[in-house]
């Protein structure tokens, strides 16, 4: 069974980079990914696509609920932004929460700061972070559990955003960490 979780992971991450480069191909030249949001940080504060410009910028969209994918990308991404030091000083992370119906800011807060003080949660009305999502080219889509619960099946890659908020490529899930601070340190140069 979780060989074949594990493959339907692997079959989604490559089919989200094989549209995000379709995507990015297809965008004018000087046209920043995504759509303009407005939404919130877990601190309650406003936040806007602007975020995403003048620094290189490490997009990740999951949940607080998940159960591996999310945390073990967080904790691996706030490792990756450290081994980089200096060197990566400019690089800002963000969290957006595929998931605002539970996810709040209040819970966002706790759950990014427990793993990061780089990495920032961004949250907000569903309507609203779907719309994000979907501008970046993110899958979700709510999965129904036994007992009346469920869980998010999502795009598992980190998106990369140059300086112009222009896609940059992306880390997919499990990747190797080598080759992840590779792809940082070529962001923070750019």
Not at 77 to 87: A, H, M, P, R, S
Not at 177 to 186: E, F, G, I, Q, S
Request: hydrophobic share 40%; aromatic share 10%; charged share 20%.
């Amino acid at each position: 069974m979780m060989r074949l979780i594990l493959a339907g992971i692997a079959v989604l991450a490559a089919v989200a980079v094989g549209f995000l480069t379709f995507e990015w191909q297809r965008k004018p030249a000087g046209t920043a990914y995504g759509a303009p949001f407005t939404l919130v940080d877990q601190r309650g504060q406003a936040i806007t696509e602007a975020a995403f410009r003048g620094q290189p910028s490490a997009v990740f969209f999951g949940f607080t609920h998940c159960p591996e994918v999310c945390p073990t990308t967080l904790f691996e991404l706030d490792g990756w932004l450290k081994t980089l030091g200096d060197e990566g000083k400019d690089i800002r992370a963000y969290f957006v929460s595929v998931d605002p119906e539970r996810d709040t800011p209040e819970i966002m807060n706790v759950y990014v700061s427990n793993v990061s003080q780089r990495i920032t949660g961004i949250t907000g009305d569903p309507d609203k972070v779907h719309a994000m999502a979907k501008s970046f080219a993110i899958y979700w889509r709510k999965v129904e559990t036994e007992g009346g619960d469920y869980t998010m099946d999502h795009t598992a890659s980190i998106l990369l955003l140059d300086r112009d908020g222009d896609f940059a490529g992306t880390i997919a899930y499990g990747e190797n960490p080598d080759t992840a601070v590779a792809k940082l340190k070529r962001l923070a140069a750019g």
